[in-house]
T-cell receptor, first 118, second 112 residues
Framework: GAGVSQSPRYKVAKRGQDVALRCDPI?????LFWYQQALGQGPEFLTY????????KSGLPSDRFFAERPEGSVSTLKIQRTQQEDSAVYLC????????????????FGSGTQLSVL | DQQVKQNSPSLSVQEGRISILNCDYT??????FLWYKKYPAEGPTFLIS?????DKNEDGRFTVFLNKSAKHLSLHIVPSQPGDSAVYFC???????????FGKGTSLLVTP
């Protein structure tokens, strides 16, 4: 597709349920990011992939959060045993080049998955 | 701790006038700054950026100014149009980091 695609668009989960959020980046984009945006806040970095390698996962809030990008294209963010504080919009973004040595690339964001944990 | 701060949650401007959105940062290692625009139910879209080696970058109606000594940047929109009504996020990155650090955003309303 032309842009970054995320699914589902909305997800309602019961507390304790596991969820999986999918991101299809722009074809050929090397870099892929996941961000979490709570209500009234700016996006907060979760994790970064360069192709299939997860180079930074310092933003993942707990070990309940896990992300993968096994073939260097589609990525999945998994949240285990969801809690109410996990309720947020989860944004995926991709860029054409890797970040090393290229500081002026811009990110293309998807529309996000709005997760509500009841 | 918020390293990028947008202290004005909202701004209202009349069509045709100038909109000025402000952003402050605390980390002196940041060397690349971006502005993103976000409409409801959509992801942020890139608007304009500036490297720390410059103090101004212009793209059509949008100009970003960077004052490194004050750790301050601003986005000017001239003339403002109703279609500019959106939430604007300031973001910054250091030269060794992967993540963008975002502010909380400023909601701009341009009235006819």
């Amino acid at each position: 597709g032309a842009g970054v695609s995320q699914s589902p668009r909305y997800k309602v989960a019961k507390r304790g349920q596991d969820v999986a959020l999918r991101c299809d980046p722009i074809s050929g984009h090397v870099s892929l990011f996941w961000y979490q945006q709570a209500l009234g806040q700016g996006p907060e970095f979760l994790t970064y992939f360069q192709n299939e390698a997860q180079l930074d996962k310092s933003g993942l809030p707990s070990d309940r959060f896990f992300a993968e990008r096994p073939e260097g294209s589609v990525s999945t963010l998994k949240i285990q045993r969801t809690q109410q504080e996990d309720s947020a919009v989860y944004l995926c973004a991709s860029s054409l080049v890797g970040t090393s040595g290229a500081t002026n690339e811009k990110l293309f964001f998807g529309s996000g998955t709005q997760l509500s944990v009841l | 701790d918020q390293q990028v701060k947008q202290n004005s949650p909202s701004l209202s401007v009349q069509e045709g006038r100038i909109s000025i959105l402000n952003c402050d940062y605390t980390n002196s290692m940041f060397d690349y700054f971006l502005w993103y625009k976000k409409y409801p139910a959509e992801g942020p879209t890139f608007l304009i950026s500036i490297s720390s080696i410059k103090d101004k970058n212009e793209d059509g109606r949008f100009t970003v100014f960077l004052n490194k000594s004050a750790k301050h940047l601003s986005l000017h929109i001239v003339p403002s149009q109703p279609g500019d009504s959106a939430v604007y996020f300031c973001a910054a990155r250091g030269n060794s980091g992967y993540a963008l650090n975002f502010g909380k955003g400023t909601s701009l309303l341009v009235t006819p």
